[in-house]
């Protein structure tokens, strides 16, 4: 019987095996890869299994080309930009509808009618805890009062919190004539809503 020897490239422990057969099948068992070394009986020395006339072809077959390897350090950024995106159509819709909220048109004050049920509001039974802007146009100016002293828009959160904390008073009558520029009418709600003011009744003059 003809005896085969089976090594690891380089290895100088050697298998041995009773036909080529049995070689063939444990190198389709990969059980030796092409480049390890077989030597036949016949053979004065070790060939390598993809050099060696009788097993070239079947190592050749077995030796399939390495995958590419795929790069996991490589983050796809498009589901992250999408996300981007969607929050800064979100933030610019929100900050959108608050400035619109603020400049919401107050509705006119409908001409009194006498026959209506609802009860009209005695200012002397409130001042007790409320106090009084008015904003209102002369002469293509504006007139801002905080209860009957003038002030200015800059001066609008200073002058209304030294009234609240004299008076303790944190409800705000606000008589706005319709002419009045919103910018004005935003700077007064903001001024109040600054210091606190939790309850306010705006009276609206009709537009001139």
């Not at 190592?59 to 929050?87: F, G, Q, R, Y």
């Not at 006119?108 to 209506?116: A, F, I, L, V, Y």
């Amino acid at each position: 019987m003809s005896t085969w020897q089976v090594r690891q490239e380089g290895s100088p422990n050697a298998v041995a095996l009773p036909s080529a057969e049995a070689v063939m099948a444990g190198l389709r068992d990969v059980l030796w890869g092409p480049t390890d070394e077989v030597k036949g009986p016949t053979d004065t020395a070790w060939v390598a299994f993809d050099a060696h006339p009788q097993f070239e072809e079947v190592a050749a077959e077995l030796e399939a080309p390495l995958a590419e390897a795929s790069d996991e350090t490589h983050l796809d950024m498009n589901p992250l930009i999408d996300v981007c995106l969607v929050l800064l159509i979100f933030f610019i819709l929100t900050i959108t509808y608050e400035s619109l909220e603020r400049a919401i048109t107050v509705p006119e004050t409908p001409p009194e009618d006498k026959t209506s049920k609802v009860p009209k509001v005695n200012f002397n039974d409130i001042k007790d805890r409320i106090f009084r802007v008015t904003a209102k146009m002369e002469d293509d100016k504006l007139v801002i009062l905080i209860e009957k002293d003038p002030v200015t828009i800059d001066q609008l959160y200073g002058k209304m919190k030294e009234l609240i904390d004299r008076t303790g008073r944190r409800e705000m009558l606000l008589d706005l004539d319709g002419n009045v520029p919103w910018g004005a009418h935003t700077a007064i709600l903001d001024a109040a809503k600054g210091n606190g003011v939790h309850s306010i009744l705006c009276r609206v003059k009709p537009r001139k």
